[in-house]
Nanobody
Framework: QVQLVESGGGLVQAGGSLRLSCVASGSIFRLYTMGWYRQAPGPQRELVAEITSGGYTNYADSVKGRFTISRDNAKNTVYMQMNSLKPEDTAVYYC??????????WGQGTQVTVSS
């Protein structure tokens, strides 16, 4: 069973930066597609960025040019560098592992708050 643990959230002023990390247990991390999602108050959880096992990346239009997702398979870790943060980026950020279109695991979430 895969477990995901996020870290790196916090409070930052608009225009600032944060780097989120997500560490996965298990030995086949390198085979997973890893994604970062976020959920502001409300039921909708949206995809922010994802990276496949081959390193292909995909971003939500709202974060293109500001956020960068990367992975270190040797450390079983996926990162998301967030620059030029805006108040509308405020949300709980979740890490997700997926395989062949199915969700393998979610992390517990980390809060990101951007003040204006």
């Amino acid at each position: 069973q895969v477990q995901l643990v996020e870290s790196g959230g916090g409070l930052v002023q608009a225009g600032g930066s944060l780097r989120l990390s997500c560490v996965a247990s298990g030995s086949i991390f390198r085979l997973y597609t890893m994604g970062w999602y976020r959920q502001a108050p409300g039921p909708q959880r949206e995809l922010v960025a994802e990276i496949t096992s081959g390193g292909y990346t995909n971003y939500a239009d709202s974060v293109k040019g500001r956020f960068t997702i990367s992975r270190d398979n040797a450390k079983n870790t996926v990162y998301m560098q967030m620059n030029s943060l805006k108040p509308e980026d405020t949300a709980v950020y979740y890490c997700k592992a997926g395989s062949m279109g199915r969700t393998v695991a979610w992390g517990q979430g980390t809060q990101v708050t951007v003040s204006s």
